[in-house]
């Protein structure tokens, strides 16, 4: 996959919905402040998957990361991101990249949502950020004897090969 040009990027804007043009303009000005380096997250990563996926099962409130760090959710969030970062590191060495991290994620999220819908509990920011700790638990339910058996690597592995046109 090649590097996406800035005229690409442009050419895409009007089909965007004004959420995700914010979502830009707010990262675009992130990434452009002197203080980036020192307050980045290294787990927002899983709060973009976190947000996209919400998004997709209906859940349309958006709130920045650096918004969402001053909530009360944050702490759990935070507690919980890192024992998915470990998880990551040992079930997923190879997929170090934020882009491989979010799709994954995307993808454990959902069967969290799923999960939490059958037990009942409301699906919100704050209900979902306070559940990502059950995000190794949830791989194990989907994918069950995966990571024992070895095969997990071939999740992510299945998901290139269909998101670049093949399925075998």
Do not use: C
Request: glycine residues 4%; charged residues 25%; hydrophobic residues 35%.
């Amino acid at each position: 996959m090649g590097q996406i040009t800035s005229s690409e990027i442009i050419s895409t804007l009007p089909k965007l919905t004004s959420d995700e043009i914010n979502q830009i303009k707010e990262t675009a000005n992130f990434l452009s402040s002197n203080t980036r380096k020192s307050s980045i997250d290294k787990h927002e990563w899983l709060y973009d998957a976190l947000l996209s996926e919400l998004k997709v099962h209906g859940v349309l409130r958006y709130i920045t990361f650096v918004s969402f760090s001053e909530t009360s959710s944050y702490t759990s969030f935070k507690r919980g991101a890192k024992e998915v970062e470990q998880f990551f590191n040992s079930v997923f060495p190879n997929h170090k990249k934020r882009i491989q991290k979010n799709g994954i994620s995307r993808i454990l999220i959902a069967s969290l949502i799923r999960d939490m819908r059958r037990r009942q509990i409301p699906i919100t920011l704050g209900t979902v950020s306070k559940n990502v700790h059950r995000l190794p638990e949830v791989f194990e339910i989907s994918f069950p004897n995966y990571i024992q058996s070895g095969l997990a690597h071939l999740i992510p592995t299945q998901m290139e090969r269909l998101a670049n046109g093949r399925s075998g």
